[in-house]
């Protein structure tokens, strides 16, 4: 039994590693995760602001009227 | 017996998950040096604006800049043009290094320049000078 357990763990450290080494050759990146990464640093170049999120008219005036 | 082999499993699955994890670049990942050369390229952006504009200067496929029309600028000021592509050359070609090594992986760094590449042609705005896939410079 213990040798079966053995073969076994063996056998998944073996397919692991496999599976790490072909991801590290194959799989550079996500393509689309990578192009929004790199959106992000260029609009930074650019002098692009990122989007602000809830901002609307009401909120602004708020601010302006605390001030 | 099931009992045992779910643990193994769950714990060769808790060690290696993470360093399968690690394989995926982040481009938008930060160090010193690297907002140092972001800065240093956003600088410059507003004055390289108008050579794009002109059509003097248009972007590569591999993320870099290149004079295209020397004529389009004054005499003067070529020489000074083209200290300023190479600087931004030199600092774009210095950014995808940094965030290659920061990843751990500097064997990415023609995957980066080929990325950031497809991403500064998309970013760009219409009218600029650009490379495409297969090396024919034309208006965006």
């Given at each position: 039994?213990?040798?079966?357990?053995?073969?076994g763990?063996?056998?998944?450290?073996?397919?692991?590693?496999?599976?790490?080494?072909?991801?590290?050759?194959?799989?550079?990146?996500?393509?689309?995760?990578?192009?929004?990464?790199?959106?992000?640093?260029?609009?930074?170049?650019?002098?692009?602001?990122?989007?602000?999120?809830?901002?609307?008219?009401?909120?602004v005036?708020?601010?302006?009227?605390?001030? | 017996?099931?009992?045992?082999?779910?643990?193994?499993?769950?714990?060769?699955?808790?060690?290696?998950?993470?360093?399968?994890?690690?394989?995926?670049?982040?481009?938008?990942?930060?160090?010193?040096?690297?907002?140092?050369?972001?800065?240093?390229?956003?600088?410059?952006?507003?004055?390289?604006?108008?050579?794009?504009?002109?059509?003097?200067?248009?972007?590569?496929?591999d993320?870099?800049?290149?004079?295209?029309?020397?004529?389009?600028?004054?005499?003067?000021?070529r020489?000074?043009?083209?200290?300023l592509?190479?600087?931004?050359?030199?600092d774009?070609?210095?950014?995808?290094?940094?965030?290659?090594?920061?990843?751990?992986?500097?064997?990415?760094?023609?995957?980066?320049?080929?990325?950031?590449?497809?991403?500064?042609?998309?970013?760009?705005?219409?009218?600029?000078?650009?490379?495409?896939?297969?090396?024919?410079?034309?208006?965006?």
């Amino acid at each position: 039994m213990k040798q079966k357990i053995l073969i076994g763990a063996c056998c998944f450290v073996s397919a692991m590693t496999l599976a790490g080494c072909a991801s590290d050759v194959i799989i550079f990146y996500p393509k689309a995760d990578a192009a929004k990464a790199a959106d992000t640093v260029i609009d930074d170049i650019f002098g692009i602001a990122p989007p602000q999120k809830n901002v609307t008219p009401a909120n602004v005036n708020q601010e302006t009227v605390k001030k | 017996m099931n009992k045992i082999l779910f643990v193994i499993g769950l714990v060769f699955y808790s060690i290696y998950t993470p360093a399968m994890a690690q394989t995926e670049a982040n481009l938008g990942i930060d160090s010193p040096s690297i907002a140092v050369i972001k800065k240093s390229l956003a600088t410059r952006m507003p004055i390289l604006k108008p050579l794009f504009e002109s059509h003097s200067i248009g972007l590569t496929r591999d993320g870099l800049i290149q004079i295209m029309k020397p004529d389009n600028i004054h005499p003067t000021e070529r020489r000074n043009v083209e200290m300023l592509v190479d600087d931004d050359n030199k600092d774009r070609a210095t950014l995808y290094r940094e965030i290659a090594r920061a990843n751990g992986r500097p064997d990415w760094e023609a995957d980066l320049k080929r990325t950031f590449g497809e991403r500064w042609i998309n970013r760009a705005p219409t009218g600029w000078m650009i490379e495409d896939a297969a090396g024919v410079w034309k208006k965006k």
